[in-house]
Structures are given as structure tokens and as C-alpha cells.
């Protein structure tokens, strides 16, 4: 397909231009079905990117599973990123661990504070967020920086659901297992179920207004 070529090369080209003046570059991938096209575009065109991967502690172990079989397959070494605070000391007054009274303390102490602190080793953090995913981030631009001066590079911001679904196609790229079972957006496994096709809401975090963990609004400049 042409506009996989175009968007192979259109990537390519900025990546290089980064790495030619010597930025450090990651990108961090949720292991999701949705997620494994930019992955493997990425590994594709240059393994001079990191890979992070945002270890929580509670990944379904399909998750694990189907991490190790794309890196395997992509030929990517993964960096774990965590929390350098246990769960024992995350634990609230009410002794319960945050995601059961205060998921968003907990997407803060296991995704959005482990990310911040990893990113000092890097100048330039590519995230496959797309404008069709929710409201925020429609209304994001391909490049944007954090709050602490750091870049980041959207490059599949344009992409659709159906480019996703073509790309993978043409690549014969896997599925993750749980997508068979009707999980469709798959997170931490407290905070994913299945899709409610009744009420037309994805997984993560049903019965919530939140639709972010804190990674796409509070590692972006306001």
C-alpha cells in the first residue's frame, strides 16, 4: 500500500534527522493490539529507539505474554519502567491499594511519575496516541513538549482505526489474546472490562469520568 510507504518514510526521515544531531530517542508502547503498528514501524526503519515499557504490577499476564512474543518477533529488547515506590508503602489510610479508592493516585504513582522520572535519560519520546482515540486527544498536536522540556512526537496522530487495521494486514501482525474475549482498550486488569457494546463505552475505567491515566496530560505542556 502507498500511504504505508509514505508514512514509512515520512517517519524514517524525521527519526534520522533526530539521530544525526544526536537526540536520545524512546517511544513507550502499551503491548495493545492497536499499538504493534508503530511498534513495528519503528523497529522496521532504525533500532537506535528505546522501547519502554511501563511495568505497573498489574498487567494482566496476557499482556506479559503477548509483550514477549512481539519482542521476540520485532527483534526489541524492552526497558521496564516502574514505580520506585512499593505497593506496600502506596497503600492508603483505609489500607487499600490506590486503584481500589484512587485510581488516579495510582495511574500517578505507577504510569505518570515512573515515565517522568525515565525520561531524564532522553531528549525525544514518541507515543502512539491517535486523534480519534478520546476528546484530549484529538486536540493534541504531532509535536509538543512536557513540562520539562523534553519532545514529544506523535507520528501516527492522523491515523484511523481502519489505517491500523490496514497496516496490520499487510505486516501480519498478531492480536492480542484478550481482544477475542472483548477486550477491546486493555489496561491494568482492576480498572479493564470488557466492552459495553450496550452503552457504547470502552474498558478502562467504566464508571469513571477518566479517560487518561495522566500520561497525555500531565507530561504535556499546558
Not at 482492576?190 to 497525555?216: A, I, V, Y
Request: with cysteine; hydrophobic share 30%.
Amino acid at each position: 500500500m502507498k500511504w504505508v510507504e509514505k508514512e514509512q518514510i515520512r517517519i524514517e526521515q524525521q527519526l534520522s534527522n533526530w539521530l544525526s544531531d544526536g537526540e536520545r530517542i524512546c517511544m513507550s508502547s502499551s503491548f495493545q493490539t492497536h499499538s504493534i503498528p508503530l511498534l513495528h514501524l519503528i523497529s522496521t526503519v532504525t533500532p537506535k529507539v528505546d522501547v519502554l515499557f511501563l511495568n505497573t504490577g498489574y498487567h494482566f499476564p496476557e499482556t506479559l505474554e503477548f509483550r514477549d512474543e512481539i519482542c521476540q518477533q520485532f527483534g526489541v529488547e524492552p526497558v521496564l519502567v516502574e514505580s520506585f515506590i512499593s505497593k506496600n508503602f502506596q497503600r492508603g489510610q483505609s489500607g487499600l491499594l490506590p486503584f481500589a479508592e484512587d485510581p488516579d493516585r495510582c495511574c500517578f504513582l505507577n504510569k505518570t511519575q515512573p515515565m517522568k522520572e525515565a525520561m531524564t535519560g532522553y531528549d525525544i519520546w514518541i507515543s502512539g496516541i491517535r486523534r480519534d482515540q478520546n476528546a484530549n486527544r484529538r486536540e493534541m498536536p504531532e509535536l509538543i513538549t512536557t513540562p520539562d522540556g523534553k519532545l514529544r512526537y506523535h507520528p501516527i496522530l492522523d491515523w484511523n482505526s481502519k489505517m491500523i487495521h490496514e497496516y496490520r494486514k499487510a505486516f501480519d501482525l498478531p492480536t492480542h489474546p484478550l481482544e477475542a474475549k472483548g477486550y477491546l482498550s486493555i489496561g491494568c486488569e482492576p480498572c479493564t472490562q470488557k466492552f459495553d457494546l450496550e452503552n457504547n463505552r470502552d474498558g478502562r475505567w467504566q464508571g469513571m469520568k477518566k479517560s487518561e491515566c495522566g500520561l497525555h496530560t500531565d507530561l504535556v505542556s499546558k
